[in-house]
């Protein structure tokens, strides 16, 4: 099930972990987030993992049953945990961190009350800056995502036929996909984001606002789920953004290509030249140390002047951002944005999505997801960067 | 995009949820989650919806822009909306209701933080007991998403080919439901809880255990997803259990179906025959004021008496129910299990889902989606029952 050299890939982990815990001043982190459950074992499990400031992670399993493994104690439920810590000869947390940004407010008050004596601290941000920083180990999984994913994007145009309507063409995406190792389910942070597998924007609906907080909206095809192809026909003279998420490994890579119906405006094909530059001069300065909101202004000024501002990053919505990290959730750390914080580092993984809302015509632009490496970033998703037919 | 009588519908969610807010001693609920959100509005945006012990409800909306409605304010972050009240005249809350079973810890503190007047309360077992009992509109929808479902699984024999392996399989009829209109996207209650559109079983595989709540586990692709198919090739001897949900609406109905690859045991068939006789004896006392439990403990003395009880809902690991409400999310109330004080009440909609696993062969058994009527319940889903060759 895991790969030979597991258990030192997990040890490296755990000291990364561990490394934070102790600089925030706490004594232990208790997990119960499925992404964080697998990035400390290797596997979702319903359960918790208890990892010291110092001193051997423990497994505290309620379901599967059979898994055997060291450090796993098997549980009903997360009361017991403090009197199988005891038995264990481990000391009582004196500040306890719990992952407050996505556990419920009574999962997390159940699990305060467990530790009566502890006091309770934010864990979240310290596990995601933990996880911004990809082992060789995970970035050999994205890079594995990445293959299969662009794989799959190059035959994207072979599974279209004439006539077809956006959603039609989404579901053959969908499908080439799963054909290719999709896991299908892709994990995002935050509470009110919801994603099928990803989104293919034909025409106008690109313009359609969404809830969500993705780079391009979509109507969707119902009111409970309004984002991605909303089951117009693709039209002559439209183009299609495929944005189809890459599960294929637990982490994630992320890219998207537009393809043309029929003959589209200069304006569109100008517009997704302009996102091409703004991959490129971005190519040329990124590296560890320099400041994501950099990268930001970079592209925000190369949209202004080409005379794109105004369809930047969609047009009767906006979003805020032109890239993201991704790992085993879609949006991970740094976030490309005016006011973010986040400076580039070595091991950082992210997808850069400089993209333009054209009315009338759709989405152009491009994605493609890099991996900050000691001196630039390198392109772990390869494919066709213009903009394709369709026949 | 609403049907024409949608405000009259919103009416009548309006005043249920007013009555368990006044019932409970709160002022209002402040509603933040998806599934809520689609509940109180009829769609999906980014925001929360207001509910007032009496009055008017009203949506903040961040996202998306542009619509148009009554009771609608625009806001950019729900610490605006105290002032909003105001400005309508509404009194502050002293009592508020949050959705304290889905809103993360810190976004519960922070709407906490907007009302430091007011005393919070969980309002999460409320909402989800109103609903629970379906309105006709409510219920019209899941019996369209049972009718696209039933269509599907009627033509889920036709998308095999021979020496396909599971998950082959399971991508064929993802894309089938997806070509009959299903959204994707399945949601569910609970943290823990992941899926993606359902589960194919086939053979050994279904007695993997799974960390996930379902009644059914799988090893899945991937220790990051360990659930549903695992690759293995379809072989001669074992059966295949089709559990694939149907959001085709934006409400879920939920079906299982069991196909046979050549000669299956006398034993797999028997214990097929015997979940179709649970669900005959349960249709003949399910009604009105029928416990939860009781149809639990009548499924489980059937299973006893024919001799199956060891391999009773999984094998290797069991199910502790044998159905669960469905609705806008795939696990709903009523729960049927043992100690389940759920009572059956018109206007519920459930699946019902006796299954068994019989090692070396697979899973067998049956799953409906019912609704309770004045005196009994009603099949909203329809298809050949029996364990269907595949060829």
Redesign the interface.
Known sequence: ??AENFSNEIEIRKNKIQSVIRRSGADAFLI???VNL?YTS??????YTYIPAEGEMIYFV?????LLKENLIYIRKPEQIPEELKRLGIVMPNVLL?E??????????RLSNIFPEAKIE?G?PLIREVRTIKTPYEINLIRESAAHHSSMYRKAPAVYKQGMSD??FS??L??LA??H?S???V?IFG??M????GSVLAGENAD??????FAL?GA???????ISSNGSIMRPGNTVMVDIGGNF??YMSDMSRVFSLGEIPEKAKEAHNVSLKIQSEIEKIAKPGIPASDIYDLAFEIAKKSGFEANFMGH??KAGFIGHGVG?ELNEAPVFAPRSKDILAEGMVFALEPKFVIPQVGAVGIENTFVVTADGIKKLTQCEEDILPLN
């Open positions: 099930m895991y119960n987030d499925n697998f290797g596997r979702v499990f319903s359960g309620r379901r599967p049953v059979g719990l407050n940004d996505s556990l419920t407010y009574n999962e997390s008050i934010n979240t959603i039609e579901i053959e969908e499908r799963r054909l190792g896991l299908g389910l994990r509470d009110s919801e994603i099928y597998m359609e606002p969404s809830p969500y907080d909206g969707g095809l119902d009111p409970s789920l309004p490994t637990g009767r919505q085993i």
